[in-house]
C-alpha cells in the first residue's frame, strides 16, 4: 500500500506560480510510476502529467506543456508538479496517482491522494 498526500495548493493570480508536491508513504515510490490529475468543478477528471519510475520519461496534456513540469525525488519518495503561467482554466483540485504502468490513463493507478485545489483568479 502506498499513502499519497498532495500539498502546495492555494489561491494565485494568473500569470503566477505554484509547485505542487506529493508526499508517499507506506512503500518506496521508486517502484512506481507517477502522475497528477485535476478536476474541476462539473467536469470529469483529466489527466496533466506522468512520470516514469526513474524519470526518464515524461507525459503532459497539450494544455500545460511548456508551463508545467514534472519531476520526482525518489530519495524523499516525494513527486512534484511546477506549474507556472497560470491561468484560470487550471483551476481544479489536483490530484497524484501512483501506478505500475507508465500512462496517461487514470485507470492504471492504483493509489491516490485526496487533492490540493489550485485556484487561478484573473
Known amino acids: 500500500q502506498v499513502q499519497l498526500v498532495e500539498s502546495g495548493g492555494g489561491l494565485v493570480q494568473a500569470g503566477g506560480s505554484l509547485r505542487l508536491s506529493c508526499a508517499a508513504s507506506?512503500?518506496?515510490?521508486?517502484?512506481?510510476?507517477m502522475g497528477w490529475f485535476r478536476q474541476a468543478p462539473g467536469k470529469e477528471r483529466e489527466f496533466v502529467s506522468a512520470?516514469?519510475?526513474?524519470?526518464?520519461?515524461?507525459y503532459y496534456t497539450d494544455s500545460v506543456k511548456g508551463r508545467f513540469t514534472i519531476s520526482r525525488d525518489n530519495t524523499k519518495n516525494t513527486v512534484y508538479l511546477q506549474m507556472n503561467s497560470l491561468k484560470p482554466e487550471d483551476t481544479a483540485v489536483y490530484a497524484c496517482?501512483?501506478?505500475?504502468?507508465?500512462?496517461?490513463?487514470?485507470?492504471?493507478?492504483?493509489?491516490w491522494g485526496q487533492g490540493t485545489q489550485v485556484t487561478v483568479s484573473s
Open positions: 496517482a501512483a501506478g505500475a504502468l507508465h500512462t496517461t490513463s487514470a485507470n492504471t493507478y492504483a493509489y
Open positions: 507506506g512503500r518506496t515510490i521508486s517502484s512506481y510510476s
Open positions: 512520470i516514469s519510475r526513474s524519470g526518464g520519461s515524461t
